[in-house]
């Protein structure tokens, strides 16, 4: 009778744990799983201005962010991959990570040691806030969003500071599952123990580890429960990351108060990074002016651990590498404008010839089209007009004026500068009261800055010079800035939030664009300039219906009677531009954005911008006649 208990017990339990399996194969499908990793065959480096030094430095050098795990841990965690008896492959994996559109260098490098994804950092010298526990972490830099990869015909075309297409969202699900299974699963725990511990491993320190990395663990997923409960029906997906909200959560939210969760559903893409440092605003909305306060808020954002809740252990202290931070802007926009990162230029002998004579036709529309809002080429000496440049400001810098556009006028979807406009803050401990995000971002930001500045010794002189020689100023305006387009072709998907596939759609009534797509294949087309966007088993669709993901605006196009009604005559209006393009002045326009590249200094040594003439005004519609409701 006993033997015959302890064989039905065994059998329940083998059931048991067979459903446990499918179910947790089942979730990991849904919740984790991507497409396969898409290999190339060799990787073809453009020219953009940066040494391969500079580039290995960027790729790998720390901003103060972290996965709360460190190195060691990394390292040896298994892909979350729903094993009953036997190991699973490393995590880190290149196919597998790679499977979630993060990009390899060929080899290893002196910045890379280990292998890890571009954009992949370890810190040296990380110290907990909070615990004031020093470690060796495992985060992510700059390079992890902002470099691009171009695939065709098994050639990869690397974008340095251009858009990546990683799938963050599905990372973070991997990452949190990996880490469940490596606690849960005692043979998984087991192994992950003799990794780290190496010729320490014993039962003691084994117990030791788990303890520890139960604390790990928990952060983890309390941060993923807020996630969840704050997600949308508007999935992110590959390339795109609802940056300011996330911002906001993380360090409002999770750092400081839950309350101030607010829901994820405004994803952009990447925005790509040359010629950002001479703007005169960054953000798609323009909201931050300086430098720092924009680098120091994203390191915040993709988790650089900053205090907010124990004054005992100091308010605002935080992990920020503002060296670093410092050093990367520096390598972005150099010394003067048009120095730094240059856009990338049409590889011809990859992608193809470009069509002169398309081209030189597209110039004229450009002209007649475009540059009222874009400017006029970084490459002309038009762009050099005092109209086009701020005033000099009290260190006597100027910056390139962008347009911005209400959204009203422009129709694209509004998601992103509403959320951020609308967003207040409860500051809890820190005694402020509810103030809005454009308050309290840069008035964490700075107070961290602070700190940190203070810790090295800077004079103000320097800090100035880290600040970029920018004053603090943040806002919330309705509107869209509208950039320079040289190096446009390296980044689909286009709009803000990637809701247009190609360029050719772009130029097209919002009637002829796709309502939605698959954005997962980083297979370039040359011809539309956008990624394929064909079904791919567990790939990603997007679904322009959905808030936040709207295709609607800039776009060429009749006005209906009704719209001439009430229109003065005046473009942008009601999201048009202009009058539809046909499909030859399409291709000629797209011929054309090819061309741009940046401004060679050593070609064009005239001074830019010219020095302001008193009887000019500054005025970023001085082409349009539009009145600018943004400034």
């Not at 040691?113 to 060796?136: A, C, S, Y």
């Not at 931050?288 to 308010?315: C, H, S």
């Not at 072709?489 to 309502?515: C, D, I, M």
Request: proline residues 5%.
């Amino acid at each position: 009778m006993r033997l015959s208990c302890r064989r039905l017990l065994l059998f329940l339990l083998l059931i048991a744990l067979v459903i446990g399996f499918y179910w947790a194969k089942s979730w990991y499908e849904s919740e984790v799983g991507v497409p396969a990793y898409q290999a190339v065959d060799k990787i073809v480096s453009l020219e953009q201005g940066w040494s391969a030094e500079n580039i290995d430095w960027y790729h790998y050098s720390t901003q103060g962010s972290t996965f709360f795990l460190k190195d060691s841990w990394f390292l040896a965690l298994e892909q979350p991959v729903p094993s009953l008896f036997f190991s699973a492959a490393p995590f880190r994996d290149k196919a597998y990570l790679g499977s979630y559109g993060f990009l390899f260098d060929p080899e290893k490098t002196p910045y890379n040691k280990e292998g890890l994804p571009i954009g992949f950092t370890i810190d040296n010298n990380f110290v907990d806030p909070l615990t004031q526990e020093k470690m060796r972490v495992v985060g992510l830099s700059c390079a992890a969003c902002h470099t691009g990869q171009l695939n065709y015909k098994g050639t990869g075309v690397r974008i340095e500071g251009g858009q990546s297409m990683a799938n963050f969202s599905k990372f973070q699900n991997a990452l949190g599952f990996a880490m469940l299974l490596n606690y849960y699963d005692p043979f998984r725990f087991d192994r992950f123990a003799k990794n780290v511990l190496g010729a320490d491993y014993s039962k003691e320190n084994k117990t030791k580890l788990k303890e520890e990395f139960y604390v790990r663990l928990q952060s983890i997923l309390k941060q993923g429960k807020l996630d969840k409960q704050y997600a949308s029906t508007t999935i992110e997906g590959f390339g795109r990351l609802d940056a300011l909200n996330r911002i906001g959560n993380f360090v409002f939210g999770f750092e400081l108060y839950e309350g101030n969760y607010r829901t994820v559903d405004a994803p952009v893409t990447f925005p790509f990074l040359w010629g950002i440092s001479w703007f005169d605003w960054v953000q798609y909305n323009g909201s931050v002016m300086q430098p720092m306060t924009r680098n120091a808020g994203e390191a915040l954002g993709v988790f650089a651990p900053i205090n907010l809740k124990d004054a005992k252990q100091g308010f605002f202290q935080s992990t920020l590498a503002v060296e670093n931070l410092y050093q990367f802007e520096k390598l972005i926009g150099g010394e003067k404008p048009f120095e730094g990162l240059k856009a990338p230029v049409w590889p011809e002998n990859v992608f193809g010839a470009i069509d002169q004579t398309k081209a030189s036709k597209g110039a004229t529309l450009y002209r007649e089209k475009c540059m009222s809002c874009h400017l006029p080429p970084v490459t002309s000496d038009e762009i050099c007009q005092a109209k086009y440049w701020t005033a000099p400001n009290k260190w006597g810098l100027r910056f390139l004026k962008l347009t911005m556009v209400n959204v009203d006028l422009l129709g694209t979807d509004s998601q992103v500068v509403t959320d951020w406009a609308q967003r207040f803050v409860e500051t809890k401990q820190l005694g402020l009261g509810v103030v809005k995000a454009e308050q309290g971002l840069p008035l964490t930001v700075e107070n961290a800055v602070n700190i940190k500045y203070q810790a090295l010794g800077l004079t103000q002189a320097q800090q100035d010079e880290y600040n970029g020689k920018r004053e603090n100023k943040v806002r919330s305006p309705l509107c869209y800035k509208a950039r320079p387009l040289e190096g446009v072709w390296a980044t689909p998907p286009f709009l803000h939030n990637g809701s247009v596939p190609n360029l050719y759609q772009l130029l097209s009534p919002v009637a002829e664009r796709a309502k939605t797509f698959y954005l997962s294949s980083q297979e370039f087309d040359p011809q539309s300039i956008g990624y394929n966007t064909d079904y791919v088993a567990k790939g990603f669709q997007l679904d322009t219906t959905l808030v936040g993901n709207h295709n609607t605006g800039h776009e060429f196009r009749s006005l209906s009677k009704e719209e001439q009604q009430g229109w003065n005559g005046q473009y942008p209006y009601n999201g048009v531009l202009g009058a539809e393009l046909t499909e030859q002045e399409r291709w000629e326009l797209i011929e054309y954005l090819k061309t741009l590249k940046s401004r060679d200094l050593n070609q064009q040594t005239a001074a830019c911008p010219t020095p302001i003439d008193d009887t000019v005004v500054v005025n970023s519609y001085a082409n349009t006649g539009v009145v600018d409701t943004c400034q």
